[in-house]
């Protein structure tokens, strides 16, 4: 079984701090997403990684950024919180190749509070 | 451009009665087609995928889609609901075929099913 971990289910942190968040999955997948997800609006996509040290901006990268210096491993990073960053955080891979098996792989989430 | 509406943002079942749960896409170009399903405090978990072989899509659980190009349709249906399908459930679009972008999927607002004793 593919297995998506994140460090924290819940976190609570004050505006202005530098915030990680740490995903790790163990399947090798070259594809790696960090989305956030918010009542009445769904996931939305942060960034996403295809390789190693290559990241892509998604929908809505302000304020964020990310790093991968590790295929198994993709962090994100709030360099100042706000709170309007509090919210529900789901790191995802999967494999590369072709789209018709981009089948993602969720983690259980980290919630987020900034207060 | 693709794009993913979901009809409903919630709807409410008694236990055995037929699911529907509806979902409407936009895509410029041969889209794959996934619902995902979470639970309670969960991770979203793959129930079922579209990638253009058979229209009539079988997952996980009883759950079936069924893909209607002439009605850019991807409504998810369940003959008989269990309690323990109580849940949150997303459609999702996303490019069938690699090429920039394609690494993006796009998710609907999510339907919250209840399942009543």
């Known amino acids: 079984d593919v297995k998506v971990t994140q460090s924290s289910r819940y976190l609570v942190k004050r505006t202005g701090e530098k915030v990680f968040l740490e995903c790790v999955q163990d399947m090798d997948h070259e594809n790696m997403f960090w989305y956030r997800q918010d009542p009445g609006l769904g996931l939305r996509l942060i960034y996403f990684?295809?390789?190693?040290?290559?990241?892509e901006k998604g929908d809505i990268p302000e304020g964020y950024s990310v790093s991968r210096e590790k295929k198994e491993r993709f962090s994100l990073i709030l360099e100042s919180a706000s709170t309007n960053q509090t919210s529900m955080y789901l790191c995802?891979?999967?494999?590369?190749?072709?789209?018709?098996?981009?089948?993602?792989?969720f983690g259980a989430g980290t919630r987020l509070s900034v207060l | 451009a693709q794009s993913v509406t979901q009809l409903d943002s919630h709807v409410s079942v008694s236990e055995g009665t037929p699911v529907l749960l509806r979902c409407n896409y936009s895509s410029s170009y041969s889209p794959s087609l996934f619902w995902y399903v979470q639970h309670p405090n969960k991770g979203l978990q793959l129930l079922l995928k579209y990638t253009s072989a058979a229209t009539l899509v079988k997952g996980i659980n009883g759950f079936e889609a069924e893909f209607k190009k002439s009605e850019t349709s991807f409504h998810l249906t369940k003959p008989s609901a269990h309690m323990s399908d109580a849940a949150e459930y997303f459609c999702v679009v996303g490019p069938r075929d690699s090429g920039a972008g394609s690494y993006q999927l796009t998710f609907g607002k999510g339907t919250k099913l209840s399942v009543i004793p």
């Open positions: 990684s295809y390789d190693v040290k290559m990241k």
């Open positions: 995802a891979s999967s494999p590369g190749g072709s789209v018709a098996k981009n089948i993602q792989y």
